[in-house]
């Protein structure tokens, strides 16, 4: 009796347990000329991906198998997909001035008001993997580009990959093993709270390794500022604000309460538990000074009911 392997929910599960393949970006041909990147045979550069806030921007990161696909039906470019490599590094937030605008583009303005790029390197094909050749692939017909061509970035799992490398006649997949991401903001409730759990533990063990007690949890008051306070004899008390993150990478987001107390409350430090989840987590203690020192505003919330 053969078993029918369950496809992972998303990439955040499929880059935990090994099934992830690559990601698969668009290329709307109206947009963006592949011609002279296919001419060349490669395109090495930045990649526009959505200006919205996405979990996936957050796990795409340096290494990662990606694929170009276009769209469109364009007789000069037609729909499949042209390129396969790597990400160089992870996405970046910026904004484009118009003589930035990387070649192909024909649409620089659309291009300057892209927010968001993701670094990459790709082989390019003479020809295309067709999409007609795609859908005729028992297996990588599945994949989510085709499925469900409005989710951008989308990716595609090592089996669906497989398949599509095996399409390509020639253009070698990437090799190698696929690097962890490093962030995993909002890469799903289930994934985060592991992430969480995973990181208090971590710091529990290395405070009550150094004589104080069991903590005291403060999640659940709301504008405090921090998750852990310490207690021991003749010692401070330590208020712990805890941050788990996926992947190698210290990098945090603070709500405005975690920052103010950064600022105004003795004891405050933050604990950021890097690859919490691997046999390999590493703890590291910062004191308020360097974090606010650090720190810089990303957001702003902006309430306009008084507004007349």
């Not at 028992?138 to 409005?150: G, K, N, T, Y």
Request: hydrophobic fraction near 40%.
């Amino acid at each position: 009796m053969t078993t029918k392997t369950r496809r992972p929910t998303g990439p955040a599960d499929a880059l935990q347990d090994g099934t992830f393949g690559a990601w698969v970006l668009h290329c709307n041909p109206r947009l963006y000329d592949i011609r002279g990147d296919v001419a060349r045979g490669e395109l090495n550069g930045s990649w526009s991906v959505p200006n919205t806030e996405s979990y996936r921007l957050d796990l795409m990161d340096e290494g990662q198998p990606v694929l170009l696909y276009v769209g469109g039906q364009r007789a000069s470019t037609p729909p499949g997909l042209w390129g396969v490599g790597r990400l160089t590094g992870p996405v970046q937030r910026s904004v484009l001035l118009e003589h930035e605008a990387p070649q192909g583009w024909l649409d620089i303005e659309r291009a300057t008001t892209r927010e968001s790029w993701v670094p990459l390197q790709l082989s390019m094909r003479a020809a295309p993997v067709s999409r007609t050749a795609l859908l005729a692939d028992r297996v990588a017909s599945r994949a989510e580009f085709l499925r469900a061509p409005q989710v951008v970035p989308a990716w595609v799992t090592a089996s669906e990959l497989k398949a599509i490398t095996k399409l390509a006649d020639g253009l070698a997949a990437p090799s190698g093993p696929v690097p962890e991401p490093q962030d995993d903001t909002d890469a799903g409730a289930a994934l985060k709270k592991q992430v969480e759990l995973a990181a208090v533990a971590r710091v529990i063990e290395h405070y009550t390794a150094q004589g104080y007690g069991n903590p005291v949890s403060r999640e659940q008051e709301r504008g405090v500022g921090w998750d852990l306070t310490f207690r021991a004899r003749g010692l401070p008390d330590v208020h712990v604000e805890v941050k788990g993150r996926l992947g190698a990478t210290p990098s945090v987001r603070l709500t405005r309460s975690e920052h103010d107390a950064a600022h105004t409350e003795p004891g405050w430090v933050l604990a950021v538990v890097t690859r919490a989840l691997a046999s390999d987590a590493s703890l590291r203690i910062y004191d308020p000074a360097d974090v606010t020192r650090l720190a810089e505003p990303t957001h702003y919330v902006v309430d306009l009911a008084s507004v007349s």
